[in-house]
């Protein structure tokens, strides 16, 4: 026994080596499929054994099809070249023709940023790009390159097509080495160069690696501590307690992954509209804000010649790590709702978890049951399945912090002793840089919070001065994201549309060049609460948007775009009456009456401002998702409070409520990805379309197929 080495110290060496291993691992994995961005700025030769009179050949070609980059040679006759570039979707310009002699090496020194625009190497979004034969600058031209994957490099081959040069090229191209170069950076760089330019450009990786190396030994070492002190039969117990919860939320993300794939269960699948936060976050690894036209089409702001989108920088944040390892841009818009799907429903039984355990209740299976269903398929959230794009990642990224955020409030003013207002803030500001509305919801609560347990504790000075920081960090929360936006646009408005490239002068002048104004509400108001907006069709899903829009306030508002829009209370119906039932608790002397004061004023000053907007969208309604979720998690708790008769009338008055959101929320969705959005994969509307014809011949008599 006495040459083994203590458990204490097993347990440490076990866990070094493990994190040493993962290290290691992901070091390889970088290395494996790594390919530097080269220098901009190259000297070469260029050598013409035989030309072809009349055709055009690939010297240098970047990118992808329809997002490509060339450098070219075209073939005049047996003695003359000229040289071009052609920067896919906007053509290029090409040289005089230049004389040369077959079989002499002739100097050949290139500027191209196209060789430079890969993650991990900061660049010019807006350079020069030029050709010098044989020391004569012989042609030039500003170009803002499309941005390529580490392997998108080829000499002397052109595998992306276009109409600029022929797919191989017969001249010999050179490097300052002599060495040939002839087609994918795969075959040019050699392991040397593959190593020294990580060591250069993958600094982030090799960061990234080392700190996934010492998470993983800190983490088995908190586990094992763990471990010994867990108790399994509490740990059963408490796993046992959630099971209304699991056996409900599992099939409600099981709708939302079947739904925002399209039917086709692929997660990772490159949807249209998805690239923007795959490249801010490329982006913020270079310390820039700008982006690549190609990532935002016509949702660009252009401030000096760069372009900047209105959308957050959260979800771009939460991307940094699959920008650091090189992953693929545009894969991972569905992998990110599903993730902030999952993350609400776990956020929304947290809050209800927390408002009926603080009466030392429990919610019960039905109102469980009601309860996650309402949140997951009768809410807005399960809406945001039906297509996956940048408009939907934002506003589920913004709810799901939201409600993290609402509940580290609401245990805030529980404890007013703890820290609780941390978390709420770090998750509030991380609502409000995803999707402001909600941000701004979490953070009034915040404030709201704040300012209840100042009252409660004025004659405390410590407890004073704290809680007017902690209102103070709220408010600074929520001025955060207007100082992103002057680093932007250099205004503190978050949406200058002046700046945004669809709005010409005309436009502008229709709503007077802002997003807000007040006259606007009583008809956005009356849109988003009161007009429902819902027409039964024979056919499946048998629900439809209505036709007619609301009318109140309709002619004095200056709208910009009104989408069809159901109202949440004929789509939310479940949420909303939770949420009424949470009122229920004002008038009775119950210590959460403070939180539901709380939590309903807290809904005034992003409702206010969503009202005073210019456009109304389905999606939209997605921004009342967090206060709902809060607000029906406190009415859940005052359910519990009933005396059984009214109980039970509660329970009926729920059901119903639930089941119809359930349904109506469903039809939407599935109509709006099957009839009405844009960029729906082809095979998702051909499911659609499968899925209506079968559905209706079963109801049809005859007409089954």
């Known amino acids: 026994m006495s040459g083994q080495l203590p458990a204490s110290r097993r347990l440490r060496t076990f866990s070094l080596v493990a994190g040493l291993m993962v290290c290691a691992a992901v070091i390889c994995a970088c290395l494996w499929d790594y390919y530097p961005p080269l220098p901009a700025h190259q000297r070469l030769t260029i050598e013409f054994q035989t030309l072809c009179p009349g055709t055009s050949e690939p010297l240098i070609v970047t990118g992808v099809p329809s997002g490509a980059d060339f450098l070219f040679v075209r073939h005049i006759d047996d003695r003359h070249v000229a040289f071009g570039f052609d920067h896919w979707g906007a053509g290029g310009p090409t040289s005089e023709p230049l004389r040369i002699e077959p079989g002499k090496r002739h100097q050949l020194e290139i500027v191209l940023p196209a060789l430079a625009a890969v993650a991990g190497n900061p660049y010019t979004a807006q350079s020069n790009a030029r050709v010098s034969f044989d020391g004569t600058p012989v042609v030039e031209t500003a170009i803002a390159p499309h941005p390529r994957r580490r392997s998108q490099l080829w000499f002397s081959e052109n595998p992306v097509g276009g109409s600029s040069c022929g797919p191989v090229s017969h001249a010999i191209l050179r490097d300052a080495q002599g060495n040939t170069l002839v087609g994918n950076v795969r075959d040019v760089l050699t392991r040397v160069d593959r190593l020294t330019g990580w060591l250069r450009f993958g600094v982030h990786q090799l960061i990234a690696a080392v700190l996934l190396g010492l998470a993983t030994t800190l983490l088995i070492r908190r586990a094992a501590r763990a471990w010994e002190m867990a108790d399994v039969s509490r ?409 059984r008769p009214w109980r039970a009338l509660a329970l009926v008055c729920l059901t119903v409520a639930t089941l119809w959101s359930v349904g109506v929320m469903s039809a939407m969705t599935l109509r709006y990805q099957g009839e009405m959005v844009w960029g729906v994969p082809p095979e998702g509307l051909e499911r659609f379309q499968h899925l209506r014809t079968r559905v209706d011949g079963w109801f049809t008599p005859g007409a089954r197929p």
């Open 235 to 643: 740990l059963r117990r408490a796993a046992a307690s959630h099971r209304w919860f699991l056996l409900t939320a599992v099939p409600c993300l099981a709708a939302f992954w079947w739904v925002v794939t399209c039917g086709s269960g692929k997660v990772l699948y490159e949807d249209a509209f998805t690239l923007f936060y795959d490249y801010q976050a490329l982006s913020l690894l270079d310390g820039r804000l700008d982006v690549p036209a190609v990532s935002l089409s016509g949702e660009a702001f252009k401030v000096d010649g760069k372009v900047y989108g209105y959308f957050g920088v959260t979800p771009a944040l939460l991307r940094l790590p699959a920008a650091i390892f090189g992953f693929p841009p545009g894969l991972l818009t569905r992998a990110a709702l599903l993730t902030a799907y999952a993350g609400s429903l776990v956020g929304a039984y947290l809050l209800l978890v927390h408002a009926t355990r603080r009466r030392g209740a429990q919610a019960g299976p039905m109102l469980t049951v009601l309860f996650t269903l309402s949140v997951g398929l009768g809410s807005t959230m399960f809406f945001l399945s039906s297509r996956a794009y940048v408009y939907h990642e934002a506003i589920a990224w913004g709810v799901m912090f939201a409600v993290f955020a609402s509940w580290f409030s609401l245990r805030q003013l529980a404890e007013p002793e703890r820290r609780h207002w941390i978390g709420a803030l770090v998750c509030g500001v991380l609502a409000v840089h995803a999707r402001p509305p909600p941000g701004l919801f979490a953070l009034s609560l915040l404030g709201m919070v704040a300012l209840v347990l100042l009252i409660r504790h004025r004659r405390q000075p410590r407890a004073t001065a704290r809680f007017l920081l902690v209102g103070a960090a709220a408010v600074a929360g929520v001025l955060s994201f207007n100082a992103v936006s002057y680093l932007k646009f250099g205004s503190f408005d978050g949406c200058p549309l002046y700046r945004h490239i669809q709005y010409h002068a005309e436009r502008l002048a229709r709503i007077d060049g802002k997003a807000f104004h007040a006259v606007n509400i009583p008809f956005t108001f009356s849109t988003y609460f009161l007009h429902p907006s819902v027409e039964f069709d024979p056919r499946f899903p048998w629900i439809a948007y209505g036709v007619r829009q609301a009318e109140l306030g309709r002619d004095a508002a200056k709208m910009d775009s009104t989408e069809p829009t159901t109202a949440i209370t004929a789509t939310m119906t479940g949420l909303v009456v939770f949420g009424v039932f949470g009122l229920t608790l004002v008038g009775r002397r119950q210590p959460e009456r403070w939180a539901v004061l709380c939590v309903w004023l807290a809904a005034i000053p992003f409702t206010v401002a969503l009202c005073a907007a210019v456009a109304t969208s389905q999606r939209y309604t997605g921004d009342f998702c967090a206060f709902l979720y809060t607000a029906g998690a406190l009415g859940a708790a005052a359910v519990t409070t009933y005396a």
